[in-house]
C-alpha cells in the first residue's frame, strides 16, 4: 500500500510560525489534504490542495506541495495556543483516504 | 446534535468477548468509513461501504466484520475480541462531493479497551 510519513512531535513558542511537513508515495494522487484533531474529538479537514498546484493560502494557513520530491508542508503563521492539536497529513487512493500517523503541535505561551 | 454519533463512546471488556460499536449519520451520505487510531500510527482504515450493498475492506479489516443496515447506519464488530484490538475508533461518512475534495466528517470516536 502507500505511506503517507510525518514526525510525530512539534513543539514552538506562540507568535512564531509552525511547519508540518509530510512525505507521501502515491504519485498519482490527484489530492493532499491537512485534517486537524483536537483533544476527545474526532478530525476535521483543515485543507487540501488539488496536485497541479504548487501553493495554496488560506488566512494564516499555507499549504506547499513539491510533487518531484512527493512533499507537502502546512505552515501556520501566529501560532496561537487554540492551534495545539494532532495535524494529519492525507493522501487520496481509489476513493479512500491514506492517513499519516499525525504530528502532535504543541504550542507554549 | 452531532451529524455522526458513535455508541459506546468508552468500552472496556475481556479477551474474547464480541463486541458492536455503532454508528449512525444524519447527514445523508452514501459513504461510510470505520478507522482505528493507534498512538504514532495515525489512522488505518478497517472497513469502508459507498452504499448500502458495498461492503469493502481497508488495510486491516482481519479480526473484524461490518454491517451497513441501512444507509444512516454502520456498525463495527469484533467477534473475539484481544489486547491489541485496544484503541480509538471512529466512523467517518462523506458524499460524492467528499469522494472527490475528500473531506470526510468523523463521529467523536469510541474508545475500547481489551484486557
Known amino acids: 500500500g502507500e505511506d503517507v510519513e510525518q514526525s510525530l512531535f512539534l513543539s514552538v513558542r506562540e507568535g512564531d510560525s509552525s511547519v508540518i511537513n509530510c512525505t507521501y508515495t502515491?504519485?498519482?494522487?490527484?489530492?493532499l489534504y491537512w485534517y486537524k484533531q483536537e483533544p476527545g474529538a474526532g478530525l476535521q479537514l483543515l485543507t487540501y490542495?488539488?496536485?497541479?498546484?504548487d501553493m495554496k493560502q488560506d488566512q494564516r494557513l499555507t499549504v506547499l506541495l513539491n510533487k518531484k520530491d512527493k512533499h507537502l508542508s502546512l505552515r501556520i503563521a501566529d501560532t496561537q495556543t487554540g492551534d495545539s492539536a494532532i495535524y494529519f497529513c492525507?493522501?487520496?487512493?481509489?476513493?479512500?483516504?491514506?492517513f499519516g500517523q499525525g504530528t502532535e503541535l504543541s504550542v507554549k505561551p | 446534535d452531532a451529524d455522526v454519533t458513535q455508541t459506546p463512546r468508552n468500552r472496556i471488556t475481556k479477551t474474547g468477548k464480541r463486541i458492536m460499536l455503532e454508528c449512525s449519520q444524519t447527514k445523508g451520505h452514501d459513504r461510510m468509513y470505520w478507522y482505528r487510531q493507534d498512538p504514532g500510527l495515525g489512522l488505518r482504515l478497517i472497513y469502508y461501504?459507498?452504499?448500502?450493498?458495498?461492503?469493502n475492506k481497508g488495510e486491516i479489516s482481519d479480526g473484524y466484520s461490518v454491517s451497513r443496515q441501512a444507509q444512516a447506519k454502520f456498525s463495527l464488530s469484533l467477534e473475539s475480541a484481544i489486547p491489541n484490538q485496544t484503541a480509538l475508533y471512529f466512523c467517518a461518512t462523506s458524499d460524492l462531493r467528499g469522494a472527490t475534495t475528500g473531506e470526510l466528517f468523523f463521529g467523536e470516536g469510541s474508545r475500547l479497551t481489551v484486557l
Open positions: 490542495i488539488f496536485s497541479n498546484m
Open positions: 461501504s459507498f452504499d448500502v450493498k458495498d461492503i
Open positions: 502515491d504519485s498519482s494522487s490527484t489530492y
Open positions: 492525507a493522501e487520496k487512493e481509489g476513493g479512500k483516504l491514506i
